[in-house]
């Protein structure tokens, strides 16, 4: 059964006279979604002639970004905003608020309390498993016991780059008719790209999938994040967001950035590699590194984390200081960079040993 993810938009945002939802709900009627009073669709105060606005908003952008997820998307079903952060943020805003919370699994990136914090909705954490996985089990024991309005699962995950399996997201879907964002920042740098949620969203109208181009297309500065959804919850973004909230500027590089896709991503396919033979270099040095989907790994345990930290910034290598206690996070560099990190690494083990 589909659930009616919709539910849970909150009820002072559902303005009768919102005609760009119209269509929108016309098309999620079928899944179940509903914004609008039924009845308003009915009435003669909505003008059919009035409906399809799909487009009016960033549509060239939209379109584009549709097409380069493929899986048979388009413009209705894309939202597009000032990096991910902001689209989690207009989900919040209109799933989420006073008395609602919103449940991710820790270690996680790090902004989702922030978001949470600046849209008064609670947040709240389940700790991961041991190896920093996790089972459709436990997210929906967590779900059952939190009854939260959104779920979080992040796959590849930040900062351990541990991926969920699709077979552990479709039984979460199956079993909750909470929101559930799939952050897929880094899918890109997946050993299966092709094993995305994206191939859900057809069968579960309570699936956001959100992607970035900061990442795979090494465009943080251009601040373009994004999300696939049902029309209708990507109508509900355009009601909570602020007016032309993404500049003509941002909407043209981006635009630029997708159609020279292949260029962009070349760098993908060696991140990968570069990040391959960490998981196996890393060992070899005598630290442990967790599995990884994603452009970084994460290695350690370390008794004093900082102190192997400022070693490695002492020899001009920078990590990052993040995740759970001991780990320290590397990033897949260039290979010079990369050599230059494992050289300065041996060196460390080889002074705290
Ligand atoms: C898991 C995850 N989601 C989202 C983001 C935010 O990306 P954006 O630059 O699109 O806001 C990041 C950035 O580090 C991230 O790690």
Known sequence: MISKALIWFKRDLRMQDHAPLVAAQAHDQALGLYIIDPAWLQSSECDPQHVDFTLACLGELRTALAGYLGHGLDASRIWAANGSNEVMTHLLQAFGGPGRSVLSFTPTYSMYPEYARNTHTTYVTVPRLPDFTLTSAMVLAAVAEHRPTIVVITTP????????????????????????????????????????????LGRYGNLVVSRTMSKAFALAGGRVG???????????????????????????????????????????DELRVTRDEMLVRLPQLGVEVVDSDANFCLFGPFGDRHDVWQRLLDRGVLVRETGPAGWLRVAAGTPVETERFYTALAEVMEEIR
């Open 226 to 268: 994004y999300l696939a959804a049902a029309p209708a919850i990507v109508d509900a973004c355009r009601i909570v967001r602020l007016p032309y909230h993404l500049s003509a500027q941002t909407q043209a590089v981006a635009l630029v950035a997708l159609e020279h896709a292949p260029e962009l991503l070349a760098q993908v």
């Open 157 to 200: 995950n930040n900062p351990t780059g541990t991926t969920t399996p699709l077979a552990v997201i479709e039984e979460v879907l199956a079993g909750t008719d909470a929101i559930v964002v799939v952050d897929e920042a880094y899918q890109e740098f997946a050993r299966h790209p092709e094993r995305t949620a994206l191939t859900l």
